[in-house]
């Protein structure tokens, strides 16, 4: 059986593991470098950009995250995750990871009390729109030759993106009760 990790420094990693639970996927809390050693996946969940950045630092979990993902482990960035996992951000804060080769922008949609739901296509996920919630969610300013926009706006911005083994959202499907792209990751779990 496969095992995915979720980054538990700070955000909302404990919805993620309950996600994946109802998906009777095995998991594991991930604090320590060590916590890495037999994960199948990992997933960055949403929460503040800046604490997990210094907190995974902290911690040592920065340069074994790099190489990890390096070597072809598939990774979920959620909203916080997704900024994470940038190769480049617009604001000089935090330091990304440089793993996917995106551009965002922190906060692109207003601050928390500008948090809002919608319903986005996601044609690659079966049954319909996913209703999405945004919370202080980032926004895809660019994006490389090799990443695949998942899910856009009718004006042209990007909610999700994949680029290989790795996958990111704007948004927050851990808050919702739509299993789906929790599904998709495992599957890129399942077949990596």
Request: proline residues 5%; contains cysteine; negative net charge.
């Amino acid at each position: 059986m496969r095992k995915i990790g979720v980054l538990a420094v700070q955000g909302d990693f404990a919805e993620h593991i309950q996600a994946l639970s109802k998906l009777e996927v095995e998991t594991e809390e991930v604090r320590l470098p060590e916590h890495l050693s037999d994960l199948d996946g990992l997933i960055i969940p949403g929460g503040e950009s800046t604490s997990q950045s210094r907190l995974m630092e902290i911690y040592g979990l920065t340069t074994p995250v790099i190489e990890s993902v390096g070597n072809g482990m598939p990774v979920w960035g959620t909203c916080a995750g997704m900024i994470l996992l940038a190769g480049k951000l617009v604001e000089p804060h935090p330091v990304p990871l440089g793993l996917m080769d995106t551009k965002i922008q922190r906060n692109a949609y207003g601050r928390q009390v500008d948090s809002f739901e919608t319903d986005v296509s996601v044609p690659c996920l079966s049954g319909g729109d996913f209703r999405a919630i945004f919370i202080r969610a980032p926004k895809v300013v660019s994006v490389g030759s090799g990443v695949e926009a998942l899910s856009w706006s009718s004006d042209g911005d990007i909610f999700a993106v994949r680029e290989g083994h790795m996958l990111a959202t704007s948004f927050h499907p851990e808050l919702t009760n739509d299993l789906r792209f929790h599904e998709y990751f495992v599957d890129m779990v399942n077949s990596s």
